[in-house]
């Protein structure tokens, strides 16, 4: 199962920092996620950077997550 660790923003509506799901895509993670949490917000997950073991991903939707993958979400940095 892929690890997921969630920013200390995330945590307030996990409660955890770390957590595990099956899943084979980033979609799948995000699904699964959502579903675990009901609090956690859609838009706030969607507009988050992701990290799938150390690489970030600019467009992650059909990314694969392998089993042993772990999977990061950052908030976004503006540079200017």
Do not use: W
Not at 2 to 19: D, M, N, P
């Amino acid at each position: 199962m892929a690890t997921v660790i969630f920013s200390s923003e995330l945590q307030r509506y996990t409660g955890e920092e770390k957590t595990t799901v099956g899943a084979g895509t980033y979609r799948d993670v995000v699904a699964a996620l959502l579903d675990r949490y009901q609090g956690l917000p859609a838009d706030e997950i969607q507009k988050m950077a992701v990290a799938i073991d150390g690489e970030i991903i600019h467009d992650p939707l059909l990314e694969t997550v392998g089993e042993d993958s772990e999977v990061h979400f950052l908030f976004r940095i503006s540079g200017g």
